[in-house]
């Protein structure tokens, strides 16, 4: 499979726990973001690479979350002390793009994290 | 009011029937316009990715951006039961996923 690949697909977890999502983009795509969607919702953007670094993030990624992309291959996404409203779908997307120009954006199947 | 409304449905159509989705916007910045189609459970798909104002056609899909009204749609023939799915409107001031703006999506079901 060469698409988007995103590890775990479902996690439980406590309230107050850590949890660490894992993405792995299409080879060749050096751009890779992370969304996040709620229930009836469209996703939201949270941040975004380009290669290991991270060039933008939303106001939406407080303090109890941070991504990295070592190496500008795979990402993680962790969250710290979650909390009940950090229950949603976690998508990830890459897409391949250089200066002045945009390609499309292709995204995982998604983690769903419920916080009990 | 959110940068882009698209009514949530549910929508139900029987099969081999035209499917018309639509979502309005607000911000006029936006010149790049898509379609995804998320199943349930996974994540969303691109089915139509168009610049500007115009129609762009792929096999049974149609899809129609009119700039002048900041208005899109989304047509879709002959129906199918494998078209049940979420649909999702996204536009980007730029092209680049960073700046994807998405509106709630349209729930579709094709009765056999």
């Known amino acids: 499979d060469t698409g988007v690949s995103q590890d775990p697909r479902h996690k439980i977890t406590k309230r107050g726990q850590n949890v660490t999502f894992r993405c792995d983009p299409i080879?060749?795509?050096?751009?890779l973001y992370w969304y996040r969607q709620t229930l009836g919702q469209g996703p939201e953007f949270l941040t975004y690479?380009?290669?290991?670094?991270?060039?933008?993030k939303s106001r939406l990624l407080s303090d109890r979350f941070s991504a990295e992309r070592p190496k500008g291959s795979f990402s993680t996404l962790e969250i710290q002390r979650t909390e009940q409203g950090d229950s949603a779908m976690y998508l990830c997307a890459s897409s391949l793009g250089r200066k002045n120009m945009n390609t499309e954006a292709f995204f995982g199947q998604g983690t769903r994290l419920t916080v009990v | 009011q959110k940068e882009v409304e698209q009514d949530p449905g549910p929508l139900s159509v029987p099969e081999g029937a035209i499917v018309s989705l639509n979502c309005t916007y607000s911000?006029?910045?936006?010149?790049?316009f898509m379609w995804y189609r998320q199943y349930s459970r996974k994540g969303p798909e691109l089915l139509m990715y168009?610049?500007?104002?115009g129609n762009k056609e792929d096999g049974r899909f149609t899809a129609q951006v009119d700039k002048s009204s900041k208005y899109i749609s989304l047509f879709i023939r002959d129906s199918q039961p494998s078209d049940s799915a979420t649909y999702l409107c996204?536009?980007?001031?730029?092209?680049?996923?960073?700046?994807?703006?998405f509106g709630s999506g349209t729930q579709l079901t094709v009765l056999p």
């Open positions: 690479f380009q290669n290991e670094a991270q060039l933008e």
């Open positions: 080879s060749e795509h050096n751009r």
């Open positions: 911000n006029s910045a936006f010149q790049y």
């Open positions: 996204a536009m980007s001031p730029s092209g680049s996923a960073r700046q994807l703006t």
């Open positions: 168009t610049y500007s104002s």
